[in-house]
């Protein structure tokens, strides 16, 4: 499980190593992939929202943000891949994609 989170995490987190992520920041975004890909009754929102609490209140001031980020963009890659596996009511997103215009 932390061998397929490290690697999603890997490609997201734009110049940096994970070894060299802040701690915290690295157990929290390991902590949410891995409840993204195998916990299929929590909403992918709950899980980026309560990371980034954890992030907010344990890590450092840019914690938070960078959290979302990498979150948000794992989250756009497990579903455009078909590898986002939740079920039941409200736990997918089935409102069609934003468009500009």
């Known amino acids: 499980m932390r061998a397929e989170a490290d ?7 734009q110049n940096w190593e994970l070894s060299r992520l802040a701690l915290t920041d690295r157990l929290v975004l390991r902590m949410a992939v891995a409840e993204m890909l195998h916990f299929e009754d929590i909403p992918p929102k709950v899980t980026i929202n309560e ?16 959290v979302n980020g990498v979150l948000d963009a794992i989250l756009r890659e497990l579903r455009e891949g078909g590898r986002l596996n939740k079920t039941g009511r409200g736990l997918i997103n089935t409102s069609p994609p934003k468009t500009d215009g």
């Open 51 to 66: 990371a980034v609490d954890v992030a907010r209140a344990f890590g450092s001031e840019k914690s938070g943000a960078f």
């Open 7 to 13: 690697a999603l995490l890997d490609r997201h987190v």
